[in-house]
């Protein structure tokens, strides 16, 4: 699996989790998967591949500026529970980013 890949999962969990527990949602609500989408159309347009390092350590901020805040929220919430729903895959990029 690709560096790209592996993010796209990431994002993918930590959106799923933010939108269920914090919206209440069991499905992607419109404005989440227009997030998951967006993230996923960045990654796949990264200028660095899979040479990438974690989005927070990036030098070049290509969200937009409303999509990141909306990141920076479902991290915030999501992050810290990664643990609890996937925690190899919260220790992966954990270790990534390092």
Avoid at 34 to 43: G, I, P, S
Avoid at 83 to 91: C, D, E, G, N, T
Wanted: overall charge positive.
């Amino acid at each position: 699996m690709t560096r790209i890949e592996q993010e796209k999962r990431t994002v993918e969990a930590m959106v799923k989790i933010y939108c269920r527990h914090h919206e209440g949602n069991n499905i992607l609500c419109e404005k989440c998967q227009k997030l998951l989408e967006y993230a996923h159309q960045r990654l796949d347009r990264c200028k660095f591949g899979n040479d990438k390092s974690s989005c927070r350590q990036c030098t070049v901020h290509c969200y937009r500026p409303d999509m990141r805040e909306h990141m920076r929220a479902v991290m915030r919430y999501a992050g810290p529970r990664m643990m609890l729903y996937h925690p190899i895959m919260a220790i992966r990029h954990l270790w990534s980013e390092r």
